[in-house]
């Protein structure tokens, strides 16, 4: 079979998204290997015969001399393992290893993971993005896009000469995120907010929310899971902490317990390629209330499963929280059902699995 090489910036991510499509390429016969800074969760696949190739990756550096670095080192290993095939994930990973593909003449199928973009206009940082991608894309044997956006966005910027296919994101996992019942009272109703602490995961919004909403539900819990990435929002949130606004969760291995016990998920990211959290609420039954933004509208039916809001604006999010508080119980566990359902039909990773498998295969057989 074939010699397929994985770039991905980061364990977790292989683990936690991409995980079947990996197991399932290595057992069909192709020899797999992971290209990752090393962590721990890539014993996983190790065990399983999998090759893995610890390759670290300043995932927000900038140094042009450290990229260069990355793109050197990926053709090394391009040709020291006589790929076949490469596969991308994320900007960093897609545009070197487009590089690296391109000088070593190698099919690469590149899953783009969003395209960051904070308004109507891109920002010159966003600008110089697309360009790398114009310029290390357009030999790719297949792009996987994840919204309509990124869609349309990229397709322009390489004129629709590169063949590509519409996944559900990541797709989600629906017998690891099986449907739970929903909380059986209103006694307290809880919100999760899931992400990264940071300004473009809409958490300066959330807060705002929660101090507002706090103010006429008392009975609303407001709980924040994730790391920090911008400090500076620590002192506010243990502020907020100490006066019984909001709840600081910490970092969860597994969160499948926490959304168990949540009513619903409040995600206010100003972009996403299409977002884990609100796959994840949804397919165990929790109502997901979201930016009305790419990568998350694609999630939710309005009304229906959960509630858009403009994103970016508190008065918004606040009436859209409101409205769901005020449903009757009943109201809202009809919503969770329907939400588990939508997962079903739309967004399962079998999916995304079988997408990859046939341009795999088309390409392959060329």
Same mark, same amino acid.
């Given at each position: 079979?074939?010699?397929?090489?994985?770039?991905?910036? !980061?364990?977790?991510?292989?683990?936690? +998204?991409?995980? %079947?499509?990996?197991?399932?390429?290595?057992?069909?016969?192709? %020899? @797999?290997?992971? @290209?990752?800074?090393?962590?721990?969760?890539?014993?996983?696949?190790?065990?399983?015969?999998?090759?893995?190739?610890?390759?670290?990756?300043?995932?927000?550096?900038?140094?042009?001399?450290?990229?260069? !670095?990355? $793109?050197?080192?990926?053709?090394?290993?391009?040709? *020291?393992?006589?790929?076949?095939?490469?596969?991308?994930?994320?900007?960093?990973?897609?545009?070197?290893?487009?590089?690296?593909?391109?000088?070593?003449?190698?099919?690469?199928? @590149?899953?783009?993971?969003?395209?960051?973009?904070? #308004? *109507?206009?891109?920002?010159?940082?966003?600008?110089?993005?697309?360009?790398?991608?114009?310029?290390?894309?357009?030999?790719?044997?297949?792009?996987?896009?994840?919204?309509?956006?990124?869609?349309?966005?990229?397709?322009?910027?390489?004129?629709?000469?590169?063949?590509?296919?519409?996944? /559900?994101?990541?797709?989600?996992?629906?017998?690891?995120? /099986?449907?739970?019942?929903?909380?059986?009272?209103?006694?307290?109703?809880?919100?999760? +907010?899931?992400?990264?602490?940071?300004?473009?995961?809409?958490?300066?919004?959330?807060?705002?929310?929660?101090?507002?909403? !706090?103010?006429?539900? /008392?009975?609303?819990?407001?709980?924040?899971?994730?790391?920090?990435?911008?400090?500076?929002?620590?002192?506010?949130?243990?502020?907020?902490?100490?006066?019984?606004?909001?709840?600081?969760?910490?970092?969860?291995?597994?969160?499948?317990?926490?959304?168990?016990?949540?009513?619903?998920?409040?995600?206010?990211?100003?972009?996403?390629?299409?977002?884990?959290?609100?796959?994840?609420?949804?397919?165990?039954?929790?109502?997901?209330?979201?930016?009305?933004?790419?990568?998350?509208?694609?999630?939710?039916?309005?009304? !229906?499963?959960?509630?858009?809001?403009?994103?970016?604006?508190? *008065?918004?999010?606040?009436?859209?929280?409101?409205?769901?508080?005020?449903?009757?119980?009943?109201?809202?566990?009809?919503? #969770?059902?329907?939400?588990?359902?939508?997962?079903?039909?739309?967004?399962?990773?079998?999916?995304? $699995?079988?997408?990859?498998?046939? %341009?795999?295969?088309?390409?392959?057989?060329?």
């Amino acid at each position: 079979m074939s010699r397929i090489v994985i770039l991905i910036p !980061k364990d977790n991510v292989a683990y936690n +998204f991409r995980a %079947e499509l990996f197991l399932k390429l290595h057992e069909l016969g192709h %020899e @797999v290997f992971i @290209v990752c800074p090393y962590g721990k969760k890539l014993e996983y696949f190790r065990e399983r015969g999998i090759h893995i190739i610890d390759l670290p990756i300043d995932r927000r550096g900038t140094s042009i001399l450290n990229d260069a !670095k990355l $793109t050197t080192q990926y053709i090394r290993i391009i040709k *020291d393992t006589k790929a076949d095939l490469v596969l991308t994930y994320t900007t960093k990973c897609s545009v070197y290893g487009g590089f690296a593909c391109e000088v070593t003449h190698t099919p690469y199928i @590149v899953n783009t993971a969003g395209i960051m973009q904070n #308004g *109507d206009k891109l920002s010159a940082l966003e600008r110089f993005i697309l360009e790398l991608y114009r310029v290390a894309l357009r030999k790719a044997s297949c792009l996987m896009y994840q919204n309509d956006h990124e869609c349309e966005l990229l397709n322009g910027i390489l004129r629709h000469k590169v063949h590509y296919r519409r996944i /559900p994101g990541s797709g989600v996992n629906l017998e690891q995120f /099986p449907f739970r019942p929903y909380p059986e009272k209103d006694d307290e109703i809880i919100f999760n +907010f899931v992400a990264r602490i940071m300004r473009g995961k809409g958490i300066g919004e959330y807060l705002d929310c929660a101090e507002r909403v !706090k103010a006429d539900y /008392p009975n609303a819990r407001f709980i924040i899971y994730g790391d920090y990435d911008d400090e500076s929002y620590r002192p506010r949130i243990e502020e907020l902490e100490k006066r019984g606004i909001v709840e600081y969760g910490g970092i969860q291995l597994d969160m499948k317990p926490c959304i168990e016990k949540a009513h619903a998920v409040i995600h206010p990211s100003y972009y996403e390629g299409m977002t884990n959290v609100v796959l994840e609420h949804s397919a165990m039954g929790r109502v997901c209330i979201g930016s009305d933004v790419p990568g998350i509208r694609e999630g939710i039916e309005e009304g !229906k499963t959960g509630y858009l809001f403009k994103v970016r604006n508190v *008065d918004s999010m606040v009436e859209k929280v409101e409205t769901f508080i005020r449903l009757p119980h009943e109201e809202k566990a009809r919503m #969770g059902r329907a939400a588990r359902e939508k997962m079903e039909r739309e967004f399962s990773r079998e999916i995304v $699995t079988n997408t990859y498998l046939e %341009e795999i295969n088309r390409i392959l057989a060329l």
